[in-house]
């Protein structure tokens, strides 16, 4: 039997809301997906003068009102990152121990440069966490009052480019106990394009879970980036990268003396707003 259209109108797109501010009684508009002058470059330009900033955000140590523990081992996941980017021709900075206030402030700052020279942007958050929030030194801060400073209407040299987000943070309280298997051009010449577009969102974690580290080595998950950064940058594109990323962590099982959290597993979350392929130089 053939589908029809739900809206009061055939072929008018329809937005799935209870309810569109200005739209009562009235069809949305139609779309002109044919019409947008977008032109048929699949991957990402990266022959700009610089590749662009690399901020690393390093969160190790906490107020004592906020009850956190003090984050062993990030220090080795901050100076893993460090190396890989500046191999990649990144202009790299560490920032350690930052408050809430200085988290937005610095980022805010590097929203407001001059990045027309640059190919890409990459932040890098390593902290204490729960579902939408990293943590700064003294609380925590919502991760979205953090990205939305790069959206396109807001850093307007990075709209159209690459800004690739790696959050090193749990997302919840949540165990992973596993499961047993039997398997062994110019930029743009459109006159728009969406806001949240070219962002890419490389969580540790699935939502709702911890995110485990090592105390000597560092975490699973940048370890892993890490590793498969220097093995395959420059020859696959970078979301066959994270899927090795994900592989590569999914093959790690926690060992503690709390038998609660003994054996557990963890597979990294990736979230893509990308609109084309990217590759990092080789």
């Known amino acids: 039997m053939t589908e029809m259209g739900d809206g009061p109108h055939l072929g008018e797109d329809q937005a799935d809301a ?33 590749m662009g900033e690399c901020v690393i955000i390093n969160n190790k140590n906490f107020q004592p009102h906020t009850r956190m523990s003090s984050r062993s081992g990030t220090d080795a996941d901050a100076a893993s ?75 307007r040299s990075l709209a159209g480019k690459p800004k690739l987000f790696f959050i090193q943070a749990c997302r919840g309280t949540e165990l992973d106990a596993g499961i047993e298997t039997d398997s062994g051009s110019e930029e743009t010449m459109c006159q728009k394009i969406p806001v949240e577009a070219d962002f890419l969102y490389a969580y540790s974690t699935a939502p709702g879970y911890y995110s485990w580290r090592n105390a000597v080595q560092g975490s699973w998950f940048i370890q892993s980036l890490c590793e498969m950064l220097k093995k395959h940058a420059g020859k696959l594109e970078l979301m066959q990268i994270l899927t090795r990323v994900n592989r590569k962590v999914a093959e ?13 597993k963890q597979i990294p979350c990736i979230v893509s707003m990308l609109t084309k392929e990217f590759y990092f130089p080789s």
């Open 252 to 264: 790690y099982e926690s060992c503690s003396t709390l038998q609660d959290f003994n054996a557990k």
């Open 18 to 50: 209870k309810s569109i501010p200005g739209f009562k009684g009235k069809s949305l508009p139609a779309s002109k997906s044919m019409d947008s002058g977008i032109l048929p470059d699949y991957s990402y330009r990266m022959d700009y003068p610089e």
């Open 81 to 155: 990152i460090r190396e890989v980017f500046m191999n990649l021709k990144y202009k790299v900075k560490i920032n350690n121990d930052l408050s809430c206030g200085n988290i937005f402030k610095l980022l805010k700052k590097i929203s407001e440069e001059d990045h027309s020279e640059r190919s890409s942007f990459v932040c890098v958050l390593l902290s204490h966490g729960d579902e939408g929030l990293i943590y700064g030194t003294d609380g925590p801060l919502e991760l979205k009052a953090l990205t939305s400073l790069f959206r396109g209407d807001r850093c």
